[in-house]
């Protein structure tokens, strides 16, 4: 990691989406680019996957035009978020909330299932499990997301998802820290705020995740504005206090922190250069972009230009180089 160049480094803490089925397309020029210049992920979505042979043809191109290893990952919960509908005419595999209604040996059966057609795609990042506890029935984006009401509940059906994926090669990564199991708010549309205290976040929402911490390679951080943590309404995705005071020094969490997908519109408070200023201050080691445009592509260019005016703290940018790199290595 230390040969890499800054920009190379900043191309490590980035996780790129691209366009329909063909990596050849004209649209999908900059994102092989991206590749060759060290793009640290690939996220996968339904529009990519149409075909499992072509599909694992894909990944095998995007790991040959890539300067170093990508994460390739997908966001493959079941139910409602699944990203291989196409070869199945629709979901198969059950919501987290119905799994665990059927217990815990279904819920390992269930994830072995997944974890073995990830690892055939050639996979080796998956955006599950949910940790988020499902207090609010009026909640439009978590319900049969998560797996149950009960703290306790979540972090026992999130161990053996994390204990699974780990076991088939397969890196899990915990979802949306803190919580967003008790907003009204959709974070994909607009940033929720929660006015929770500390110790009511603690007892239920945070109480899996932290449950879950030593077991967790990555976290997830959500797009939501927490009033514990900061009075300016800024959503946790960027917040300093969240991460590097919270998550990382209170809780002692040592492994990968992952944006929630910043085209989002929880965090389209900022434009996407100031949001990554704030985040990679605030201790966000890499970014989702489900996009690969020109202007996605820019954005790197600009955030090296923020790093040599100061702007970036360039420390976070190399501690994140390393726990990208250690992560792959692992």
Do not use: W
């Not at 509940?153 to 161990?159: D, L, R, S, T």
């Amino acid at each position: 990691m230390q040969n890499l160049t800054l920009n190379q480094k900043l191309h490590q803490m980035f996780i790129m989406g691209y366009e329909g089925t063909s990596l050849e397309s004209e649209n999908n020029k900059g994102f092989i680019k991206a590749l060759e210049n060290g793009l640290g992920g690939v996220i996968f979505f339904t529009q990519n996957i149409n075909d499992r042979e072509e599909f694992k043809k894909s990944v095998e191109k995007i790991n040959n035009y890539a300067l170093i290893k990508p994460f390739l990952s997908i966001d493959q919960e079941g139910g409602r978020v699944e990203r291989t509908l196409n070869l199945y005419g629709g979901s198969h595999y059950l919501s987290a909330r119905e799994s665990a209604k059927k217990g815990s040996e279904f819920v390992k059966k269930q994830t072995e299932t997944i974890a073995k057609e990830l690892k055939d795609f050639g996979l080796n990042m998956n955006f599950a499990p949910v940790l988020d506890v499902d207090t609010n029935p009026k909640n439009p984006v978590i319900a049969e997301r998560s797996f149950s009401q009960d703290p306790d509940e979540v972090a026992k059906f999130g161990k053996i998802v994390i204990e699974t994926y780990k076991k088939y090669g397969i890196i899990p990564v915990g979802k949306h820290f803190p919580g967003h199991g008790e907003t009204c708010v959709d974070s994909h549309k607009e940033m929720p705020e929660l006015d929770l205290s500390t110790e009511e976040l603690e007892k239920i929402h945070i109480k899996p995740f932290k449950k879950l911490l030593p077991i967790l390679p990555a976290m997830m951080v959500a797009h939501i504005h927490y009033s514990a943590f900061d009075t300016e309404k800024i959503p946790a995705s960027v917040s300093q206090n969240v991460i590097e005071k919270y998550l990382r020094k209170n809780l002692g969490f040592k492994g990968l922190v992952i944006s929630d997908d910043m085209v989002m519109g929880g965090i389209k408070c900022f434009s996407s250069l100031e949001a990554c200023i704030r985040g990679i201050n605030a201790g966000i080691n890499m970014f989702i972009f489900r996009n690969s445009d020109e202007k996605t592509l820019n954005l790197i260019n600009d955030l090296e230009k923020s790093v040599e005016k100061g702007q970036i703290n360039i420390d976070n940018v190399n501690k994140s180089a390393e726990l990208v790199h250690r992560l792959k290595c692992c």
